[in-house]
């Protein structure tokens, strides 16, 4: 899935200046075995987990990829409280 790999390459540029190099690419290791949603599921968790601030754009560009994957709205709904305000 083409498409995904560019949404996650938009995602993880946008993120770099603020999340340890190793803690995104420990959490998107996955995408190398074409396992979007976990990779998806590892980097909202490490968000969460070192309670990074995303951009509205950045949120909206995880559930783009959790609604294009079919992952339940509820399952990341902690992302949204992420985002700054």
């Known amino acids: 899935m083409r498409d995904y790999?560019?949404?996650?390459?938009?995602?993880?540029?946008?993120?770099?200046?603020?999340?340890?190099?190793?803690?995104?690419?420990?959490?998107?290791?996955?995408l190398s075995f074409r396992e979007w949603g976990l990779a998806l599921e590892a980097l909202c968790d490490q968000l969460l987990e070192h309670a990074v601030v995303i951009s509205q754009r950045e949120c909206e560009l995880i559930e783009e990829l959790r609604s294009a994957m079919g992952i339940p709205k509820e399952r990341l709904a902690f992302v949204r409280e992420l985002v700054a305000r």
């Open 5 to 30: 790999d560019e949404r996650f390459d938009r995602l993880r540029e946008s993120l770099a200046e603020r999340v340890d190099a190793a803690v995104l690419s420990d959490a998107l290791a996955y």
